[in-house]
């Protein structure tokens, strides 16, 4: 099956008359971009929180994201949908960095000593939230479907044309990725403030 | 309340927990000025390059080719390696395709390409991999290290993009490999390439270089840089 493809054009349209932005010169330009980022940001911060479990590197990996909207803002200021291109470059500048992360840990010779490992890696599992270590247990995509599903309320639709990928592989990876959080502590909670049980989805589920 | 408004929940709560600083514009000015003075240096050593090459008379196709394109993707292309490129193979998605080490295979998917590595780093059954999605045209590397003999490591290549990748290469600490070039049937946007090289740890444990640096490129039948690129983490 070939997953779909979002189109991102690849010229810039021809310049409009009207255009504010390509009046007022480079200061214009950037007031532009500043206002839209400072828009975003809090949001983002926290969308990329989730996709990462970190706060600081949530914050790298959202500056990183504008600096490339920053630098191609003419183009991506004139796209219909602006937030579905930032959404896609946050997503695979997180998968990015994550695939860089793995080859580092590639890199050690022998396997981490058991007990260094314990004493560094066992503070920071207390550090984080049980919601986050159940999320860090979903592969990078999976955990990227659940986010932008249920936190950024995207539709299955968007949650395609962010990550390029099919409708089907959109709702797959959900799925599994509920399945894999259904039955964890961290939605004990949430479960038993209610009266269902968390053992399947209800007939209304979509 | 289903799963769904549970995860949704909990998530929100999650994201709530979070206290978001304002926004700094200074990071992003750092990030971009950085990134074009990268790319003023890397123009000005290509066209060096160019002008060596042209001055030895080589008559290699990707020399040339390189002479030619001084500007742009071809600016950060490898040395050529010597002698013939390995032969390119074409699998089946699914199809376990062997690497030449024992345990070791790969596979290619739609938008993944699949890696089995040796018992030592414990994948299991199922293999480590790269994934991708987007139309950015790319090139990018894994390194898979092999122990317990730190002699050499799978250095796998990935290009995504248009065009019909013929050979890829890769120079490491200024030697340069031909990888075996992977593709699925048709014109799947991406090829991948394979090759054992050095690795880049020593018996003792100590670094013998950097992964920063290493060079990547990806080549058609012509010999044209479809992309490349240089390691900078």
Redesign the interface.
């Known amino acids: 099956m070939t997953a779909s493809v979002l189109h991102i054009p690849v010229e810039d349209p021809p310049p409009s008359t009207t255009a504010p932005a390509s009046a007022g010169g480079p200061g214009l330009r950037e007031m532009d971009f500043e206002g839209f980022a400072a828009t975003r940001w809090r949001r983002l911060v926290r969308t990329a929180y989730l996709l990462t479990g970190d706060y600081h590197e949530a914050e790298d990996v959202v500056q990183a994201t504008f600096a490339k909207v920053f630098r191609n803002w003419s183009r991506i200021s004139r796209l219909e949908e602006p937030d579905a291109y930032i959404h896609r470059a946050l997503v695979n500048n997180n998968l990015s960095r994550h695939r860089r992360r793995r080859v580092r840990q590639l890199l050690m010779p022998v396997l981490p000593d058991r007990a260094h490992a314990a004493g560094g890696g066992h503070r920071d599992v207390e550090e984080r939230s049980v919601l986050l270590q159940a999320l860090a247990e979903l592969p990078q995509r999976q955990r990227a479907v659940v986010v932008l599903r249920y936190w950024e309320d995207m539709s299955e639709y968007q949650v395609a044309e962010v990550l390029g990928c099919s409708l089907g592989n959109v709702k797959s990876q959900a799925s599994r990725g509920l399945a894999k959080l259904r039955g964890h502590p961290a939605l004990a909670s949430y479960a038993a403030n209610t009266d269902s049980t968390i053992d399947g989805t209800n007939g209304d589920n979509r | ?4 408004d ?10 709530a ?2 206290a ?1 600083a ?2 700094s ?1 200074a ?2 000015r750092v ?2 000025r950085r ?1 074009r003075r990268g790319r003023r240096v890397a123009m000005g050593a290509s066209a060096v390059v160019a002008a060596l090459a042209v001055v030895a008379g080589t008559g290699a196709v990707l020399s040339a080719q390189r002479a030619v394109q001084a500007v742009g993707p071809a600016s950060q292309a490898p040395l050529v390696p010597e002698g013939p490129a390995p032969e390119a193979v074409v699998v089946e998605p699914g199809q376990q395709l062997p690497l030449g080490r024992q345990d070791w295979w790969m596979q290619l998917k ?2 993944e390409i699949c890696i089995h590595d040796a018992p ?3 994948s299991g059954p199922g293999c ?1 991999g ?7 045209t790319e090139i ?1 590397m ?4 092999s ?2 003999q ?1 002699q050499e490591a799978l250095y796998n290549l990935i290009y995504h993009g248009p065009g019909q990748v013929a050979r890829m290469a890769i120079e490491v600490d200024g030697h340069a490999y031909w990888a075996t070039v992977a593709s699925l049937p048709g014109n799947p946007g991406y090829a991948t390439g394979y090759v054992w090289g050095p ?3 020593t018996p003792n ?1 100590s670094t013998a270089y950097p ?1 920063e640096g290493i060079k990547l490129a990806a080549y058609d039948a012509q010999g044209k840089v479809l992309a490349s690129k240089t390691l900078s ?1």
Request: charged share 20%; hydrophobic share 30%; aromatic share 12%.
């Open positions: 309340m289903d799963t769904e549970m995860v949704r929940g909990a998530l929100r709560d999650e994201a927990r979070v978001v304002d926004w514009a990071p992003v990030q971009v990134q739609d938008q030592a780093y414990r480590g790269h994934s991708w999605a987007g139309g950015t990018t894994q390194y898979y290290g122990p317990p730190y690795s880049n740890k444990g992964l983490s």
